[in-house]
Each structure stands twice: as C-alpha cells, then as structure tokens.
C-alpha cells in the first residue's frame, strides 16, 4: 500500500518530490513530482502540476499531468489542465477540461 | 550575611538537611544531597542530588546532578544531568547528557555538543 | 479527523503541512508545520522547520522550533536544534537537545521566558495563549521591543535570574496571528 498519504483535513502547500507511492486524501497546492503512483482519491482537492509514473484521478485536480505510463480519471473525478501520458481513461461520471498528448 | 564554605573529604557524603539554609559558595571533593537551601555558588568533583523541596539558588558545577526540587541557576555537569518530574530548574544547562521527565517545570536552555546531519544545517530561527 | 498523515521516507517536501488531523514524518520537510493533532518525527526524518501541534514526539532530526500546545517529548534518538515549549516537555536519556526550554508552569521568571519566547512570535504566542492567561494581554498591551537576541538571553541566564521583565509581545501580534489562524 501506499507509503505516503494526505490526509483529509490537511493541507500540504509547496513542492512535493517522492519516490515512493502517494495517495491524496486532503488538499495539495503547489507541485508534486513521483517516481512512482499518484492517487488523488474521491474528495482530494489539488491545485498543482503533477508528474507520476501513473495517476489516478477520484477527487478534482486542476493542473497538468504527466505520467510516464497512464492517467485514469474516475467516475467523480474531475480534472481541469492538460495531460500527457501514453495511456487514458475517462470512466463515466468523470470530468475533464483540457489538452491531452498522447505521444509521449 | 556570613560567609560558609564547606569541603567534604574524598568521596564523602554530605546532607544539608531539611531546614538547613547555606548562604555563600559549596565546594566539594564528594557528593552532596541538599534537603534545604542553598544559595551562592556550588562546586563539586561529585554528585549533586536536590530532594523534592531542596532549593538551590546558585550555579551549580558538579559530576552528575539529579533534581527533584527546586534550582535557580546554571548547571554545568562533567556528567549527567537528570531533571525529574517534581523539578523547578530555571537556568543554562550542559551535561554529557541531559534528561527531563514530564511533569517537571523547566525555563532555561539545553546545551549538547552534537551536529545536525547536513541537509538540516543552515537552521531555521537560530 | 480518522486518518493519520504520513509523509514517507521517500518524500521530499519543500512547503508547509497544515490543518486538522495528526501527522506522522518520515522524510524530508523544509518549511513549516503546523497542526491541530499530534506530530510525529520518526526515527531517519529530517526536518527543517518549526513545528506547532497539540502534541510532539520527535525520534528524528529537527532544526527548528517545536511547539506542543500539550506537551512535547523527544524520544532517544532524537536530534533538535531548537526552542522547545510545551505544557510538559520530556527529554529521554539519549535525546539530543540545543535550544531553549520552556514548560508551561515555569518557575519565577515568566517574563524572561516569554521574551525568549518572543522571538517567534508565532509559535509561542499560539502556545502561550491557552496557557498563560493571566500575564498574556496585561503583556500585549505593553508591547516593548520584540525580538532579542539568543546569545544576548543566554548570557542574561548565566549571570543569574533578572528581575520578572514584562513579557514582550508586539503590539498586535496577537490579534494578526488571531486573524492568520482562522
């Protein structure tokens, strides 16, 4: 399971560089840079660009992504930004407002 | 205001009682275990002890210092220093090592020799 | 609030963590914390910045301020170049320590300490203010000169206990840091 976790209630403004796996529960401001798994869970808010090996999208980021494998965006999810990642999925229910380069 | 001083012979022991009241410097070869009050300086090659209601007024040098009751004053120990939950310390403290137990009522400062690994040196409000 | 946060050893945080909850470290922190719930710096974190939550353990690094609104403890292993202030304040045998001290029912010098205090206004005013209401507003109203010196408090401390001096606390600081906190 994940390494790292923010939990609801906190607030992590600033620039986050991990490399290990995160699971966004609360709120992030700022920028997140992962060598491994980003995943922003149903009621995450996040603010930031995000670089990851793969990231899941259940709360609502705004910022553009980059992940090196893939992006899932789930129903509830709500991504606003563009995003860059050789694979993409936008379930059902989710929303998302922006570029997408698939050519990685 | 008289001036006392008093020595203990090597590795003695001495007590100043409950009650007791030394006003002026303590310099000692032994260990000394205050029940009641000093105030001045202490100097010690041994160990000093402060029971619950001893109260020290003085900077205190010594081997080890154990506190229960009350010191005002620095502490400087070749040793350790253990301050215990019924301690009233107020002063500069420096020991080989220094150890306060919660519950004890401390104003002052700690002073260790040790470094900080480097990502953390460059400290932040010092 | 249910989950702990914890920031792993492979993190890198360079920002402030704030907010309700309790939060455990692990990794890397350069900036500012400051949480409702309880702080925990594991054995191996690294963290530059002050620190102002209910409660702190710290078994790791700090170059920083710690402030524990109801106690801070520094476990064996613990490295802190810091003011440490908290309703009780524990230093297990082995816990490194370089800073001032201050624990919530101080002997004689309230007024000393606060000065020392003083020099983060942020930290140890949120701290005071639950523990010392008497002093507190008769201080804030006063309001003299804010910020001294480290070595000019620890040459004070070493000639021996001055006078109680009127803690000084800027004026307004504490409604700023009233209207900063939510």
Redesign the interface.
Known sequence: M???????????????????D?VI???LR?KLVS?DTVNVESGAIVEADIAASSLSVGGHITGNVTASDRVDLMPGGRLIGDVKASRLTIADGASFKGNVDMDV | MARASSSTSHGGSAILGKGAHIRGRIAGEGDLRVEGGISGDVALKGDLFVSDGGEVTADIEAKSVVVEGTIEGDIAATDTVSIRASARVSGAIKGSSVSIEEGAAVQGSIDADFELPPELTGKAGR | MADVTVVGQGIFLRGSIRGEGDVEIRGRIEGDIEVGGEVTIADGALVKADVTARRIVVRGAVAGNLTGEDGVRLEQGARVVGDLRGATIGVAEGALVRGTVQTGNAPAERGRARTAAARETKPAARAAEPRKPVPAPAAAAKGNGLPRRPAAIAQEERTGPPPPVVPALKKGARAALRKRSR
């Open positions: 994940a390494n790292t976790v923010i939990a609801q209630g906190i607030t992590i403004e600033g620039e986050l560089t991990s490399e290990e995160v529960q609360g709120t700022g060598k």
